[in-house]
């Protein structure tokens, strides 16, 4: 019973890193573009993108 909980908590737990580090990535090549966005905007931008994922 209790190895079955641990691994839903692993997969929740990968897919946030991956979406943490494509964030990161996404964030350092704004910065070499010298790009800027508001953190507001930054916020819509991920609600939106979990509302998509459900």
Known sequence: MLTANPQTIAETS????LELY???????????E???CTIEEVRKKL????KERG
């Open 14 to 17: 990968d897919s946030s890193k």
């Open 22 to 32: 494509r964030l990161i990535g996404e964030g350092y090549r704004a910065m070499q």
């Open 34 to 36: 010298e790009r800027t």
């Open 47 to 50: 609600e939106k993108r979990r």
